[in-house]
């Protein structure tokens, strides 16, 4: 059983190394300009819990249809979102902040406890985040999902 959160309480939020990987708790994106689109694609999920994506940036998010996000976290749920879409982060500070969340019967989204980790691969244009949610296992493909960055 391994609890991944105990081992970044250990290296005080920094990454950690398990087995042949690099795992974080979560990413700072340095996005190319302060208007940058982000496409986001959920490729699969493997739990019984919803899974999700949260992201937050000292500015705001906005999708296309209008829907905007001026504070705090912009959460997608798996079964509330479509799977492949894209908005646009107007940061004021150049950095998007980026976490799996999930779903759980007592706590409609919770993060960061137990077994949450991710492991990053880069991609052309953006990085596919395999994600582990709270379950105490390290098969990290809970959620694996892709963002690809580009300058408006």
């Keep these: 059983m391994i609890e991944f959160c105990e081992l970044f309480k250990q290296s005080k939020g920094k990454p950690i190394q398990y087995k042949d990987k690099t795992l974080v708790a979560w990413d700072q994106i340095q996005l190319p300009s302060k ?8 490729v699969s999920t493997d ?6 994506i949260a992201f937050r940036t000292k500015g705001s998010l906005e999708f296309d249809t ?3 996000y001026k504070k705090g976290w912009m ?8 799977w492949e879409n894209e908005f646009t982060c107007y940061s004021k500070s150049g950095l998007l902040d980026v976490k799996n969340v999930w779903e759980t019967d007592h706590c409609p989204v919770e993060s960061w406890i137990n077994g949450a980790a991710m492991w990053i691969e880069e991609i052309p244009n953006g990085r596919r985040y395999h994600c582990n949610d709270g379950h105490f296992d390290d098969d990290l493909n809970d959620l694996i999902f892709e963002l690809t960055i580009k300058t408006e």
């Design 35 to 42: 208007i940058t689109r982000v496409k986001y694609k959920i």
């Design 47 to 52: 739990s019984e819990w919803n899974q999700g």
């Design 66 to 68: 209008g829907q905007k």
């Design 75 to 82: 959460v997608l749920m798996e079964n509330l979102v479509d």
